[in-house]
T-cell receptor
Framework: RKEVEQDPGPFNVPEGATVAFNCTYSNSASQSFFWYRQDCRKEPKLLMS???SGNEDGRFTAQLNRASQYISLLIRDSKLSDSATYLCVGSYIGYGQNFVFGPGTRLSVLP | NAGVTQTPKFRILKIGQSMTLQCTQDMNHNYMYWYRQDPGMGLKLIYY???????DKGEVPNGYNVSRSTTEDFPLRLELAAPSQTSVYFCASTRSGGAGADTQYFGPGTRLTVL
C-alpha cells in the first residue's frame, strides 16, 4: 500500500466552483503534512502546511484528522489560475527529515 | 538568493552513457534531496543528505550515486544510463531545524531522456 494516497482526478470544475481534494496516509509516525502545487512541467511549490487543527489561507482551507489519517484541501471560488496538480505530502523524522509525496490530483478550472 | 539551481535543464543520453546532474543551493540548508518524477506519477526519493559528507539511499537508488562534499552542492551521478531512467529529476533542500524547517525548496528540474 502506498504511504500517501490521493483522489486520482482529474477534477474539471467551472470558475467559481468549490472543490475538495482528499488524501490519506498510512505512516502513523508522520508528523507534518503539506499541500504542494505543481504546474505543468514545473517544480512543486509549497501551497500550505497543515497542522493539527487545520488552517486557512485565503480561498484555501486544509484540514487534518489524525485519528482517521486523513487530510483535505478545500478551494473556494476557483480561479483559472488554480489549474495545476496538487500534491499531498507527509513528513516524519527519521534519519534526517523524510518527505513522502502522494501521486497528485490534477485540477482543471474551466471558463 | 538564487535558491536551488539545477543544471542542465535538458539532456538526451544514449544507453550506457554516464552523466552528472548538478544541484546547488545558497540557503545554507543542511538537508538536500534528489527525486525523480515519471509522467503522471508522484515524486520518488533517490538519495538524500543530512549534511556535508553524509548521504543515504532513498526509495529508488539503483543506478545512481551521490556525493556531498560541501553544504551547497549535491550532485547526482548516473552510471550506465538505461531507458528506465528517463524522467524529470528534481533537487530539493530544507532547513534542519527552526522556523520553516518543514518547507522543501525545489530546483527547476532536469528533463532526462535515455535513448
Amino acid at each position: 500500500r502506498k504511504e500517501v494516497e490521493q483522489d486520482p482526478g482529474p477534477f474539471n470544475v467551472p470558475e467559481g466552483a468549490t472543490v475538495a481534494f482528499n488524501c490519506t496516509y498510512s505512516n502513523s509516525a508522520s508528523q507534518s503534512f503539506f499541500w504542494y502545487r505543481q504546474d505543468c512541467r514545473k517544480e512543486p511549490k509549497l501551497l500550505m502546511s497543515v497542522y493539527s487543527s487545520g488552517n486557512e489561507d485565503g480561498r484555501f482551507t486544509a484540514q487534518l484528522n489524525r485519528a482517521s489519517q486523513y487530510i483535505s484541501l478545500l478551494i473556494r471560488d476557483s480561479k483559472l489560475s488554480d489549474s495545476a496538480t496538487y500534491l499531498c505530502v507527509g513528513s516524519y523524522i527519521g534519519y534526517g527529515q523524510n518527505f513522502v509525496f502522494g501521486p497528485g490530483t490534477r485540477l482543471s478550472v474551466l471558463p | 538568493n538564487a535558491g536551488v539551481t539545477q543544471t542542465p535543464k535538458f539532456r538526451i543520453l544514449k544507453i550506457g552513457q554516464s552523466m552528472t546532474l548538478q544541484c546547488t543551493q545558497d540557503m545554507n540548508h543542511n538537508y538536500m534531496y534528489w527525486y525523480r518524477q515519471d509522467p503522471g506519477m508522484g515524486l520518488k526519493l533517490i538519495y538524500y543528505s543530512v549534511g556535508a559528507g553524509i548521504t543515504d539511499k532513498g526509495e529508488v537508488p539503483n543506478g545512481y550515486n551521490v556525493s556531498r562534499s560541501t553544504t551547497e552542492d549535491f550532485p547526482l551521478r548516473l552510471e550506465l544510463a538505461a531507458p528506465s531512467q528517463t524522467s524529470v529529476y528534481f533537487c530539493a533542500s530544507t532547513r534542519s531545524g527552526g522556523a520553516g524547517a518543514d518547507t522543501q525548496y525545489f530546483g527547476p528540474g532536469t528533463r532526462l531522456t535515455v535513448l
